[in-house]
């Protein structure tokens, strides 16, 4: 990629930093909802919700600090655990050494798909605190560890049932969004 090529990508990607304010106000609102119904922090929010609303294809850390007024140490931990979670994709440019990020075109499918990381992870964690209950060798019924057990063997398989229902909803996803997609295509002609 030519001098004159990146220089053109990285106008391209700084020309909608700053959002429009409708736009900008969405991005708050959307923000404080999520992190009010979701837990998310705040900022994480902020960030979702503008990779969601800006025009370009791309956004840099610098970007993210800029239209959102928030620090480094801020965007970068938020852009790490929305790539962690799926809500967010890393993003490289050739040539470049800043880091990028933009939300993909199914940003809840895509979370989805990432929670079944935090699933398996619970479960596991969850199965070793069973296994070290069970290690005691109190396994008979009236045990002191009998309601423990219980809880921890709820939990563990609670975490692998909705995994597999996980599969389930993501089929149904793509084939809501693609009789969505014909339908819309059908009313447009």
């Known amino acids: ?45 902020r960030v979702l919700g503008y990779l969601m609303m800006t025009r370009a294809p791309h956004s840099s850390s610098s970007d993210l600090q800029t239209a959102l007024g928030a620090s480094s140490g801020s965007i970068s931990m938020a ?7 799926g809500f967010v994709k890393r993003h490289t440019v050739p040539g470049e050494r800043s880091h990028y990020f933009r939300a993909e075109a199914d940003v809840w499918g895509s979370w989805l798909a990432g929670e079944r990381r935090y699933l398996d992870r619970q479960r596991d964690i969850i199965g070793r605190g069973l296994a070290i209950v069970e290690s005691g ?12 057990r219980e809880r921890l063997r ?16 993501l089929e149904e996803w793509e084939a809501f969004k693609a009789d969505r997609d014909r339908t819309d295509r059908s009313e447009t002609r």
């Open 1 to 45: 990629m030519s001098e004159g090529d990146r220089q053109a990508l990285r106008a391209e990607a700084r020309s909608d930093v700053v959002l429009e304010p409708a736009r900008q106000a969405f991005v708050e609102e959307f923000a404080l909802m999520f992190s009010d119904m979701a837990g998310m922090p705040l900022t994480d929010a």
């Open 79 to 85: 852009t790490r655990r929305l790539v962690d979670s």
């Open 137 to 148: 060798g109190h396994a008979a019924d009236g045990d002191v560890d009998a309601e423990v």
């Open 154 to 169: 709820n939990g563990r398989d609670y975490m692998q049932w909705l995994r597999g229902h996980h599969f389930t909803m």
